[in-house]
């Protein structure tokens, strides 16, 4: 069983529309919560980063983190052809790893006029 | 200004063939990274430095060894190239260890 699990989609919906995208983990030792969007030919860049359980709003960007059940989601509102990239999830280890992330598969987002 | 940079940005080359891919970041960040990311766009981490010393180094081929001539450089050579070592690989750097700043990734194709 891989540590981050993510459906890899692909998932294609129409502009204005609500996107959520999820990743589940099994490593109890993480502890902080990251979303990274990767464009097509490009290197991944962060889009949130977020460490408690709850919601995290940034404009039209929501991360939610629900620690008992080990399920992240990122949730996009109004959706926009430019969000049109690859949603990555990603986990630090912590402690003293220096950042070894572990991602997710991510999952291929559409987002058509 | 480019915060995190590497060359080439393409490489196509033939099976066994030793070549380098160069990064460089001019942020100040002390750890920098490689990551090897596969046609699934599966993102796997290679190797990382922090302050020139080897950090992580995750179960990868002897062929890849990374090199770092000071804070700002992180470059990977890989040696007797396989047809599997075609991926892009991205480097990326981070002050702290979490919030990491990836690069454009090089696409290596092995012929």
């Known amino acids: 069983q891989k540590e981050v699990e993510q459906d890899p989609g692909p998932l294609s919906v129409p502009e204005g529309a609500i996107v959520s995208l999820n990743c589940t983990y099994s490593n109890s030792a993480f502890q902080y919560f990251m979303w990274y969007r990767q464009y097509s030919r490009k290197g991944p860049e962060l889009l949130m980063y977020t460490y408690s359980s709850g919601n995290k709003e940034d404009g039209r960007f929501t991360a939610q983190v629900d620690k008992s059940s080990k399920y992240i989601s990122l949730f996009i509102r109004d959706s926009q052809p430019s969000d049109s990239a690859t949603y990555l999830c990603?986990?630090?280890?912590?402690?003293?790893?220096?950042?070894?992330?572990?991602f997710g598969q991510g999952t291929i987002l559409t987002v058509h006029p | 200004d480019t915060a995190v940079s590497q060359t080439p940005k393409y490489l196509v080359t033939q099976m066994g063939n030793d070549k380098s891919i160069k990064c460089e970041q001019n942020?100040?960040?002390?750890?920098m990274y490689w990551y090897k990311q596969d046609s699934k766009k599966f993102l796997k981490i290679m190797f990382s430095y922090n302050n020139k010393e080897l950090i992580i180094n995750e179960t990868v081929p002897n062929r890849f060894s990374p090199k770092s001539p000071d804070k700002a450089h992180l470059n990977l050579h890989i040696n007797s190239l396989e047809l599997g070592d075609s991926a892009v690989y991205f480097c990326a750097s981070s002050p702290s260890g979490d919030t990491q700043y990836f690069g454009p990734g090089t696409r290596l194709t092995v012929l």
């Open positions: 942020l100040g960040h002390d750890t």
């Open positions: 990603a986990m630090p280890a912590g402690g003293t790893s220096y950042g070894k992330l572990t």
